[in-house]
């Protein structure tokens, strides 16, 4: 880890100046990005702390929806008794994310923020090959060991998986982001590998996530997260959905129905194909079933990965399941 400056900003343009200078970053909870900094990965030249800007950490529940601040940590938003009763999927995903040493500590900014697991790309020093760290260097991944990377979004450059639980509730939710005055779609704040891995979300120098806002929906209100994973507790998805449905007066037939992935795409990924498919429709266990099969429409293996096929469309038909029998 090499030495860099510390600026405490003291206002909100205060901080996003100082991010704007070259080699700056910003610091919020510090719970991803010291481990990035230690394993050579970020390399600051200066960490500007906005830990201790006011305001930034409020969290609004109403009618129209909730409105969360960049800086609300982890362990409050999953907690909070409206988010859990409008927003379960959003309460259930934080709640399964890291430990609950890290959620006391980290935000919600910087939860966007995290990047990917790939074991290449967090160890520089064996393996200069990595297309997110270094541009045209190429991928060790890919010939590599691939049991956690990603099925869909990959590209010829870059394979790694989004690693983070929050954001896919977002994307099934439609969430925006507010970069201050410039708010935008969460789907489209993260972005596709293609030929630049190096660029992971729509944020320019001098931005940052001020918060993010999710409207509220009968859906949303119906909603859960369910995560697979290779231990029960402090550890990534192997595959996650999160997924909300509205029914009909008749309790039966789907009048809206969101459906989001994690663990197997390099972004939160929405499955529009499973909606459509099964909206209008009475829920059925081999409609279900036939339908979640569309989630992983296009997907890409990589040998080691390939259970990830196969267990995503399982996820999302059980939390599909799951949400039925609360009908
Ligand atoms: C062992 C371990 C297990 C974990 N398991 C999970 C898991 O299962 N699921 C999951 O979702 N996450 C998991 N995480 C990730 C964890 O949720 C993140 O470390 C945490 O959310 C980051 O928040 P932070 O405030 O500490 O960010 P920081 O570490 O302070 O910052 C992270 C990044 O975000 C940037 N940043 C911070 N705030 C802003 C802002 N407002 N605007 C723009 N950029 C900003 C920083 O510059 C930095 O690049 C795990 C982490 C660890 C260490
Ligand atoms: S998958 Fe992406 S992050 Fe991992 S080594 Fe390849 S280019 Fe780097």
Not at 42 to 59: S, Y
Not at 81 to 96: G, H, N, T, Y
Not at 233 to 241: C, W
């Amino acid at each position: 880890m090499r030495d860099f400056s510390y600026v405490r900003a003291n206002s909100l343009d205060a901080a996003r100046q100082a991010a704007a200078l070259p080699g700056a970053m910003l610091l919020a909870g510090g719970t991803t990005l010291i481990d990035l900094a230690k394993c050579g990965v970020a390399e600051p030249e200066t960490l500007v702390d906005i830990a201790h800007l006011k305001g930034l950490d409020r969290i609004e529940v109403n009618e129209r929806g909730a409105t969360i601040g960049a800086l609300a940590r982890m362990s409050h938003v999953a907690d909070h008794a409206d988010i859990k009763s409008r927003f379960p999927a959003v309460s259930e995903a934080l709640w399964q994310a890291a430990s609950a040493q890290i959620r006391n500590m980290a935000t919600i900014g910087g939860n966007l923020m995290q990047r990917t697991r790939c074991p290449y790309f967090r160890d520089p020093a064996n393996f200069p090959a990595c297309n997110k760290r270094q541009p045209g260097s190429g991928c060790s991944a890919i010939g590599g060991v691939t049991r956690g990377h990603a099925v869909l979004g990959i590209s010829d450059a870059c394979i790694a998986m989004y690693p983070g639980d929050l954001a896919v509730a977002l994307v099934a939710f439609d969430a925006i982001v507010h970069l201050g005055e410039r708010h935008i779609p969460v789907d489209d704040f993260f972005l596709l590998p293609g030929t630049t891995p190096d660029r992971e979300h729509a944020i320019e120098p001098g931005e940052m996530i001020t918060g993010i806002e999710i409207p509220g929906s009968a859906s949303a209100r119906r909603s859960t997260y369910l995560k697979i994973r290779d231990r029960q507790s402090y550890e990534f998805a192997a595959a996650s959905a999160a997924v909300g449905i509205e029914f009909e007066p008749d309790g039966r037939t789907i009048r809206d129905l969101r459906v989001a992935l994690g663990g197997v795409a390099t972004k939160p990924w929405r499955a529009r194909a499973v909606e459509n498919a099964l909206k209008g429709k009475v829920l059925e266990p081999d409609t279900v079933r036939a339908a979640s099969l569309l989630a992983v429409e296009g997907s890409v293996d990589h040998g080691a990965n390939h259970y990830k096929v196969e267990l995503a469309p399982r996820v999302v038909a059980r939390a599909i399941r799951k949400l039925g029998e609360t009908a």
